[in-house]
Structures are given as structure tokens and as C-alpha cells.
């Protein structure tokens, strides 16, 4: 079965900083990928999503996610982060019958 | 709009009480699943449906039935809450028919058993 690794539990950067947040996925065939954003109080968000194709993804509010499949890995990143990205960020893998597995999730602070 | 919308959005009830959380989705999709989230434990599914008449466990079934007897509905009912279920849940639905599709996620249900 396909399981998700986000390896930080919390990450706090300073605002106009770069960002990278990690995800390491298992999964014995071809992995479709996703990251969702969860703003407090508030439901799932998709950012970007990786099928097929270019390895380097582009999402919405600036992010952009890097599939690495020798590493197994799917990190999103961010060159300037805004006070409003405060967030917490789920990683997914998805499977060919739409089932998905996310990571505990990565939340981010953002310093002033 | 495409939406899936969940209801309701906040409940509090006590062990025991029969309760069902609603789903419905206006996007024709086959795919509808359920998820509690946790702190340190991410969404974790606990049912999913492939389709009209089509449920099966997800990880964490126990404690909980679903249904799906028309394509747009997929409630989650809690025969008898304990306080082990107090969660936030979402619904979400996805689609295979054009390819590959993103899970759409409901707003979120939070409910508290006491």
C-alpha cells in the first residue's frame, strides 16, 4: 500500500524567506502526487499535482513541487513567503482507483 | 459551482447518540471518501465508494457505516459515538472519468462526543 512521509512536524520561517517543505512517498507503481494547503478553520485546498510529465510542477499562490522519482520525492517550495502562506500543508499520493494516503502534515509558521 | 458540501459544520453529542454527518457532491463524481484528521496524524480515510452501491473500508473503518444509494450523497453515520471519534472530518470526491482527477474536500465536519 502507499504511504506518505512528511519528516517536519512544524517549520517556522521568516517572512520574504524561501521555503521548501519535504514529502517522501512509497508506492510500487507510477505515484500521482499532490499538495493541499489548510488554512485554519478552513478545508483542503489543492496547490498542485503531479501525473505525468514535466517533473517540475507549478501550483497556484506562487508554489512549485519537484517529483524526484530515484529519491521518492515530492518537495514544494516557495522563493518568498508572504504572511499569508501560514498554513498547514498535507502531502498525497493517489492511485489509479482515486485512492489517496496523506502525510501527518507539515505546519508552517511565518515570522514577521 | 462545484462543490462538495458537508453538514453539518460543528456538533457536539454525547456517547451513544446515533448520529449522521452529510455529503453531497454536484460534480457527478464516482469517487467519495471519508477522512478524520487528527493532530500528528494527518487525514487518515475511513471509508470510500467507487460508485452507486460500491463502499469499502478505509483504514480506520471501526465505529462507523456509510452509504451510497445515489451518486451525490455519501453520509457517514456513527451508530453509537464515543469520545475516541472526536475529529474533524471531511468528505471528498474525485472522478477517473476524463483521467486522473484531484480529490475535492468538503468544508470539514467537526464533531465532539462527550
Known amino acids: 500500500a502507499q504511504s506518505v512521509t512528511q519528516p517536519d512536524i512544524h517549520i517556522t520561517v521568516s517572512e520574504g524567506a524561501s521555503l521548501e517543505l519535504r514529502c517522501n512517498y512509497s508506492?510500487?507503481?507510477?505515484?500521482?502526487l499532490f499538495w493541499y494547503v489548510q488554512s485554519p478553520g478552513q478545508g483542503l485546498q489543492l496547490l498542485l499535482k503531479?501525473?505525468?510529465?514535466?517533473?517540475l510542477v507549478q501550483g497556484i499562490k506562487g508554489f512549485e513541487a519537484e517529483f524526484k522519482r530515484s529519491q521518492s520525492s515530492f518537495n514544494l517550495r516557495k522563493p518568498s513567503v508572504h504572511w499569508s502562506d501560514a498554513a498547514e500543508y498535507f502531502c498525497?499520493?493517489?492511485?489509479?482507483?482515486?485512492?489517496?494516503?496523506f502525510g501527518a502534515g507539515t505546519r508552517l509558521t511565518v515570522k514577521p | 459551482e462545484a462543490q462538495v458540501t458537508q453538514n453539518p459544520r460543528y456538533l457536539i453529542t454525547v456517547t451513544g447518540k446515533k448520529l449522521t454527518v452529510t455529503c453531497s457532491q454536484n460534480?457527478?463524481?464516482?469517487?467519495m471518501s471519508w477522512y478524520r484528521q487528527d493532530p500528528g496524524l494527518g487525514l487518515r480515510q475511513i471509508y470510500y465508494?467507487?460508485?452507486?452501491?460500491?463502499?469499502d473500508k478505509g483504514d480506520v473503518p471501526e465505529g462507523y457505516k456509510v452509504s451510497r444509494k445515489e451518486k451525490r450523497n455519501f453520509p457517514l453515520i456513527l451508530e453509537s459515538p464515543s469520545p475516541n471519534q472526536t475529529s474533524l472530518y471531511f468528505c471528498?470526491?474525485?472522478?477517473?472519468?476524463?483521467?486522473?482527477?484531484?480529490?475535492?474536500f468538503g468544508q470539514g465536519t467537526r464533531l465532539t462526543v462527550v
Open positions: 471528498a470526491s474525485s472522478s477517473r472519468r476524463q483521467g486522473r482527477t484531484e480529490a475535492f
Open positions: 465508494s467507487m460508485n452507486v452501491e460500491v463502499t
Open positions: 498525497a499520493v493517489g492511485t489509479l482507483n482515486n485512492d489517496m494516503r
Open positions: 508506492y510500487g507503481a507510477t505515484p500521482y
Open positions: 503531479y501525473f505525468s510529465g514535466d517533473t
Open positions: 460534480m457527478n463524481h464516482e469517487y
